[in-house]
């Protein structure tokens, strides 16, 4: 395993399965972020978790001088930090935009404030929804970085804190493979059966309902 600084970090061994992802990748929730940011042409965004930087990737097509940050080496980001110290001075960039990374945040509310602190104009961002505590369980098995899954009031009460107003939201049921979503974290055996048990309820076979909320938070003037 690579490490950050002495410290090992589970992103790096991953790094490669989440730039190869087909839901991370490609979706009708990464179009949407992107029709939020709106005109690249000479506006910068700061990519917060940015993980395989599918999120960057289509900033950058739609013209955004983009620059990616993530604790992980592995995920090769411009620059390697938590969203919790966000090494840039306020109102650095037009848009802040953070895609799946949020339920890792050891500290969201101190995450948001900082996106919100760095942005000149939009916040824009995308986590999953907090369904039940069968589907936190299933999330910590499969992954033991998961922190926590936050509902849709406690978002719109921490964007308020951070001084965004927010200017509109969207939930998303994204149909993904749960083999695949195994995979990525390496889980299987004993735990991935339990998680399977626990998320009965959102499976179909091997499709896996994961629901995700977005966010589009203008900094208050
Ligand atoms: C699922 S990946 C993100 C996917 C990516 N945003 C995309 O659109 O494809 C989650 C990322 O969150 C990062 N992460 C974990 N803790 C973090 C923290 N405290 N601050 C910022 N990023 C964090 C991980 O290193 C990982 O790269």
């Not at 939020?36 to 940015?50: F, Y």
């Not at 919790?84 to 949020?102: C, I, K, N, Q, T």
Request: charged share 30%; with cysteine.
């Amino acid at each position: 395993m690579e490490r950050n600084g002495g410290q090992e970090n589970p992103w790096d061994e991953r790094a490669q399965a989440y730039r190869d992802s087909a839901p991370h990748a490609s979706g009708p929730d990464l179009d949407l972020l992107v029709a939020w940011a709106g005109p690249g042409e000479g506006r910068t965004a700061l990519d917060v978790g940015s993980g395989g930087g599918h999120l960057a990737r289509r900033l950058r097509e739609a013209g955004f001088a983009v620059t990616t940050v993530d604790p992980s080496a592995g995920m090769w980001p411009d620059v390697i930090c938590r969203a919790e110290e966000l090494p840039f001075s306020a109102a650095s960039f037009d848009v802040v935009a953070s895609r799946l990374a949020s339920h890792h945040f050891a500290d969201a509310e101190l995450a948001l404030s900082e996106m919100a602190r760095v942005t000149r104009e939009l916040v824009l961002l995308e986590d999953l929804l907090f369904v039940d505590e069968r589907v936190e369980e299933a999330e910590t098995l499969r992954d033991a970085s998961h922190v926590r899954a936050y509902s849709l009031d406690r978002w719109h009460e921490l964007f308020a804190a951070a001084g965004l107003e927010v200017e509109a939201a969207e939930v998303i049921d994204r149909e993904v493979s749960f083999s695949a979503w195994l995979a990525r974290c390496d889980c299987e055996g004993e735990r991935a059966e339990k998680a399977r048990k626990l998320v009965s309820h959102r499976l179909d076979g091997d499709s896996y309902t994961s629901t995700v909320f977005l966010l589009e938070g203008k900094k208050a003037r």
